[in-house]
């Protein structure tokens, strides 16, 4: 019931490409989405967040989109660059309590020039 | 602002010893949590504090414990340690458990041998 499912494992994407990572959660006690991105020897770093109440949040190039009735969520980057090349991770937490994090697999993302 | 900042960065520990990990967090943070990250399991909580109280545990055995002091510092520790607590564990602060926004550190990398 605390699982946060998230695909693909990996992407490859062209430089100008744009990025998708999805996210299914199950517990419909969620309502805080956040995304993090980590690089190599770094902690991971919140990119961007979104609560249930709105389908979708864009800051940049980047945007989450949310469908509360499927209980998923994603992650679009746009104009994709080397750059983003990181894992990306999704997670779930209760607005009760946003410092505990279920966080999905990860998805690390490799764009090429 | 300095942000959150873990020691050691680098440890290496032998099956059956025990370990301290110290996190300070973000000034003015007062709630700190400590995730494990592995290849296998990906990034799992551990347990979260918040005005030197414990709020949350993650499904870790007993042997690992924490505490955190009253100016927000944490330590973490892990008894009898077993090859599998290979993993680098990360801290996260944020100014209290409903503020959404975690902040993590680099993380302390620990090899069980």
């Known amino acids: 019931q605390q699982q946060v499912k998230q695909s693909p494992q990996s992407l490859i994407v062209q430089k100008g490409g744009i990025s998708i990572i999805n996210c299914a959660y199950e517990?419909?006690?969620?309502?805080?989405f956040p995304w993090y991105q980590q690089f190599p020897g770094k902690g991971p770093a919140l990119l961007i967040a979104i609560r249930p109440d709105v389908s979708e949040k864009k800051e940049g190039r980047f945007t989450i989109s949310f469908n509360k009735s499927a209980k998923q969520f994603s992650l679009h980057i746009m104009d994709s660059q080397p750059g983003d090349s990181a894992t990306y991770f999704c997670?779930?937490?209760?607005?009760?309590?946003?410092?505990?994090?279920?966080f999905g697999t990860g998805t690390r993302l490799q764009v090429f020039p | 602002k300095a942000g959150v900042t873990q020691t050691p960065r680098y440890l290496i520990k032998t099956r059956g010893q025990q370990v301290t990990l110290s996190c300070s967090p973000i000034?003015?943070?007062?709630?700190v949590s400590w995730y494990q990250q592995t290849p296998g399991q990906g990034l799992q909580f551990l347990f979260e504090y918040f005005s030197e109280t414990q709020r949350n545990k993650g499904n870790f055995p007993g042997r690992f414990s924490g505490r955190q002091f009253s100016n927000s510092r944490s330590e973490m520790n892990v008894s009898t340690l077993e090859l599998g607590d290979s993993a680098l564990y990360l801290c996260?602060?944020?100014?209290?458990?409903?503020?959404?926004?975690?902040?993590f550190g680099p993380g302390t990398r620990l090899t069980v041998l």
């Open positions: 997670a779930a937490s209760w607005a009760s309590n946003t410092d505990k994090l279920i």
């Open positions: 000034s003015g943070h007062r709630s």
């Open positions: 996260a602060s944020s100014p209290n458990p409903s503020t959404d926004t975690q902040y």
């Open positions: 517990n419909t006690a969620f309502d805080y």
